[in-house]
């Protein structure tokens, strides 16, 4: 059964409700229902340590465990993988590049063609917040997949954003609004197409192999 992993970057801890979290859902279940295993991983629930190296756990300068490696794991099993974040200041939450630092670690690193280690898996982005930015929080989110090697099909991004300043969230003001479901359904179904394409047909090794250990 292929899989989509859902990798949530909000700041609250479980079990707080995270408003990026119900946007994800409702890609979820499109994937769910087009055959998909699913799961979403909570980011800020995680020990995951500062870094762009692949493991920093036992004997590293952070001196504890680090959780990266076992959700690196769950990303190699995936098949599509979506990165959610809330807009900070406009920009991506600290988790979301963290989350981003960590996969780019695995940047030199190579699958049997040789070919970057994320050929061959579909990015996507959902972002919600109170304020103007979720064009770029997206655009960082899919520049960074695609530059390490996730294929970005056409659409791969939803959004909802609310008025300026504080007020309702997405799960209070936000699920009936037609342009986010819109680009929801979009954005899940090319995700769904092109995880399938790429199952029965990878990615050529034809002029984009790296040798082992180069960015």
């Not at 098949?79 to 807009?87: C, M, R």
């Not at 030199?108 to 959902?126: I, L």
């Not at 997405?170 to 394409?197: C, S």
């Not at 002029?207 to 960015?215: D, I, L, R």
Request: net charge negative.
């Amino acid at each position: 059964m292929p899989k989509a992993l859902f990798l949530s970057c909000t700041l609250k801890k479980s079990p707080e409700p995270s408003h990026t979290e119900g946007l994800m859902r409702e890609s979820m279940g499109i994937f769910e229902q087009a055959g998909f295993e699913t799961e979403l991983v909570r980011f800020v629930d995680h020990p995951i340590a500062f870094s762009v190296q692949a493991d920093e756990g036992a004997g590293s300068v952070w001196g504890r465990d680090d959780a990266w490696p076992a959700i690196f794991a769950k990303v190699m099993e995936a098949d599509a993988v979506v990165i959610g974040s809330p807009i900070w200041l406009g920009n991506p939450s600290s988790a979301c590049i963290q989350l981003l630092e960590r996969l780019y670690a695995h940047s030199s690193e190579t699958n049997e063609k040789d070919q970057y280690v994320f050929y061959n898996k579909v990015g996507g982005a959902v972002v919600t917040g109170n304020e103007d930015g979720g064009k770029f929080v997206s655009s960082r989110i899919l520049y960074s997949l695609q530059h390490i090697g996730f294929t970005v099909p056409p659409g791969a991004d939803s959004y909802w954003v609310g008025e300026a300043g504080p007020g309702p969230s997405y799960m209070e003001a936000g699920r009936d609004n037609d342009f986010t479901k819109q680009t929801l359904r979009i954005m899940t179904w090319n995700l769904i197409h092109f995880a399938r394409m790429l199952i029965e047909r990878p990615i050529p090794a034809e002029g984009n192999t790296v040798p082992s250990g180069t960015h």
